[in-house]
């Protein structure tokens, strides 16, 4: 009996894969001319019109960018005051040694001693580097402790709300192992806390530290930017609100509770928290000149996977949380705005897929001649003008994060490796719309090695 259920599902197997490109091509050569020329105007209207709703997209990016230039910053809390509340510093890892380096960077906080504590939160599998990490520990009892699971359950936000029951402070301070604080950092994020009992978040801006290091870093150096230097602070300015980002951000212990912790299993659990948050009525606020050095993937598949895993959980998120947020009555309409902000950038990555893949269907559905050049550079001419906005957005993050000389290596990157990164981020897309599964994996860095 299973002999004959394995022999049926290889036949069945090579009848609809083997043989599919067999039939297509058969299907396609026997669609007569008029057809053919039917499905080439079909697909040459669904190409302009996506064409145009890009232009909308990419125009609406232009406006982001100039509202950043002609509004101005946020002004910081004054740091004279004398506000040192408890405050915990969670450094969740898993086999990474660079959580060495940020809890280093946390013990030279100029903040009192006895007013924050440490705690990493180990996951790590390999004996190694958790013997590294308790070595490093066992010199500052009075600070650092480490927390255990025993697995990795959960992902991140499972080992988060594990550190949570140990969690002393009254605001909870969180880093990726790869984040190196300055010793104001502390003093700096916790100052707008102070008689603002509404606030909940407060986000530092991140400052990738190994940006000039490849095409890769580059690339993934320019998509951090775009977000921290253009759509963060033009949100924060314009919408009065913000976004969890997972990292160099401190939450109100008291907020976290109330909303019931962190999704476990969530890939992007700083998005879908920050849904929870807005609608339980507090704010989440944007420090644009407060930034946190980091790294960014200088691996291809590394970036590919980073990219593919964001898209699927801030897809999730949206899935989940979009209809009840803009119904919410504690969230204001501009917020409402700023939360719709948040997924153009995934619509864009969307729309050029469909504008390839429609571009093709138009091509093979075309008369059959010699290629003509003129009409291809044209198309091409006015596809990267209605891209602009959104490639000059990303020039300009460059500029703003005193990047500039790289500009043309941007553009060669977005060119090569960013087509990959467009596909892996619609497979994110993809799965997280029709429910697939998908893993929590590990990014190569450099702070690892010790």
Sequence with gaps: MATDLIARFIQLWVKYYLEFPKKFSEFYFSLSRPILDILHLVFNVLFDIVLGVIMIVSVFYLLLLIYSYITKKQEEKSLKTKYTPFVTIQIP????????????????????KDKYEIIIGDDSSKKRVSEKIDGFA????????????????????????????????????????????????????????????SLGVVQARWNIKNFSQNLVSILGGAVSATFHFIVMPSMVRKQGTSFLCGSAEVIRKKALEEVGGWKNGALTEDIECSFRIL?????????????????TPFRPKDLYKQQMRWAYGVISAFKEHLVSSLLSSKINIKSKIGVMIMLSGYSFSFLLMC???????????GT?????????ISEFSKTTFF???????????????????????????SL???????????????????????????IEKAGNKI
């Design 279 to 295: 609608k339980k009525g507090y704010k989440i606020k944007y420090l644009e000149d407060l930034s946190c050095d980091c790294e």
């Design 93 to 112: 890892t898993y086999n990474e040694l660079a959580a060495i380096k940020c809890a280093k960077k946390c013990l030279k906080f100029d903040y009192p």
């Design 416 to 442: 090569s490796i960013g087509m990959v990164v467009t596909y892996y981020v619609n497979v994110g897309i993809f799965k997280a719309i029709f429910n697939r599964s998908m893993n929590w994996f590990m």
């Design 355 to 365: 504008l390839f893949v429609l571009g093709i269907l138009s091509f093979m559905t």
């Design 387 to 413: 891209t602009f906005g959104f490639t000059l957005t990303s020039i300009i993050a460059l500029i703003k994060s005193n990047h500039t000389k790289y500009i043309f290596h941007l553009i060669i990157a």
């Design 138 to 197: 066992s010199k500052h009892p009075e600070l650092i402790k480490v927390t255990r699971r025993g697995s990795n359950i959960g992902f991140k936000p499972g080992n988060l709300n594990h550190m949570l029951k140990f969690t002393k402070g009254e605001f909870i301070v969180i880093f990726d192992s790869d984040f190196l604080p300055k010793k104001d950092f502390l003093k700096r994020i916790i100052a707008p806390f102070k008689n603002n009992d």
């Design 368 to 376: 059959p001649g010699p290629i003509q050049w003129t009409k291809l």
